[in-house]
């Protein structure tokens, strides 16, 4: 059944065309013929009753037409109140919009935020995409190259800085791709790199034996000199010395090769990763154990700088792994290819061969 309602601009009075009827039941019997009719401000659902010797139509006809004349003063006052009040009802009692043809993907930082704090009116911009009820009225999500959290946690803080709600599907990171990798890597141990949490992003992802850089370095005695003079990596160790058993991996560092290294996000303490890769890189993923073949090594992103609070861009990621390389194919002897990939892509990279 479709409706079409006329309605003139200079009288109360709306008229309802019936086109065809629109009917529930199993054919046969007693059945409903149902369906809206809008007058005073308003849809009216209408059902009318029918069964095998009841012109159905004609009753369903007269039910519109009651519906229609029962709502002729509401109508009336309806007009009379401000247009944009009367617009907001017709929106939420009207039919559910047509789903939209397209999404909107927008980057982070230095898009819709500068650091921690929303650039303009990006806010605004954002909470236009939803409905007066909080429903989404245009798909979007939030791609970006920064990460070193979960997505779920990356959700909640959006949504506190641009005040709607952000929900983890609508957040894709330069790591999510890194879920492709679950399969292979799966039961293996793993080293995750970069500011925040990325163990805790590779074990949300489903990888079983992620450790962080930093807790992984911390097994190795004076595997980075400089650690006395680096306070906060001092009462990083007290703490730990403090931490339970129980927190520990179940599996013996000293014994079990590093299968694969994933750079999560910007590494914070470059003089020792670069000192702890390069290690795992050329004993093949147990430091101190002599040469082998180097486990794979993968970036969540390649960007040379990014805007972050300050006024000028900051080095990211792509300028962690060209010193990491450079260092790499200095100290190794015999000039082995440099083996690495982008979120899940393998590239090679060394002397004499090019991605």
């Not at 519109?64 to 004349?69: E, G, Q, T």
């Not at 006395?228 to 990596?233: S, V």
């Not at 000039?335 to 090019?354: C, D, E, K, S, Y």
Request: aromatic content about 8%; glycine content about 12%.
């Amino acid at each position: 059944m479709s409706v079409r309602v006329e309605t003139a601009s200079n009288s109360p009075r709306t008229r309802v065309v019936v086109d065809a009827s629109s009917r529930t039941g199993d054919g046969g019997g007693v059945g409903l013929d149902s369906g809206l009719a809008f007058a005073g401000g308003r849809w009216r659902r209408v059902v009318e009753r029918r069964g095998r010797r009841v012109g159905g139509m004609r009753g369903f006809r007269a039910a519109l037409a009651r519906a229609s004349a029962r709502s002729r003063a509401e109508l009336q006052a309806a007009r009379r109140r401000h247009p944009s009040d009367l617009a907001r009802r017709l929106s939420h009692s009207g039919a559910a919009p047509a789903r939209p043809s397209f999404g909107i993907a927008f980057d982070i930082d230095g898009v819709i935020l500068r650091g921690r704090s929303p650039i303009g009116g990006s806010p605004q911009a954002i909470r236009r995409l939803y409905s007066e009820d909080g429903t989404l009225k245009i798909p979007f999500l939030f791609l970006t190259n920064g990460g070193g959290v979960p997505e779920h946690k990356r959700a909640l803080e959006l949504s506190e800085l641009l005040g709607v709600n952000i929900s983890p599907a609508q957040v894709v990171h330069g790591h999510s791709p890194y879920r492709e990798l679950v399969n292979r890597f799966e039961n293996d141990l793993i080293i995750a790199v970069g500011k925040g949490e990325p163990a805790a992003v590779m074990v949300d992802y489903g990888f079983r034996k992620a450790l962080s850089i930093d807790e992984y370095s911390s097994y190795f005695r004076d595997i980075d000199p400089l650690a006395p003079f680096k306070k906060w990596i001092v009462q990083q160790a007290d703490n730990k010395n403090l931490m339970s058993e129980k927190v520990r991996p179940s599996y013996d560092v000293f014994e079990e090769r590093v299968k694969g290294v994933f750079v999560v996000s910007d590494p914070v303490d470059w003089g020792r990763d670069l000192q702890v890769l390069c290690d795992i890189l050329s004993t093949g993923g147990l430091p101190g154990s002599g040469t082998g073949d180097q486990p794979p090594l993968y970036f969540a992103s390649d960007d040379l700088e990014y805007q972050a609070g300050f006024p000028s861009e900051r080095l990211g990621m792509g300028a962690f792994r060209i010193a990491l390389e450079s260092i790499f194919n200095q100290l190794d002897p015999l000039g082995h290819p440099f083996l690495q990939g982008l979120a899940g892509r393998r590239i090679v990279r060394g002397p004499g061969q090019q991605s």
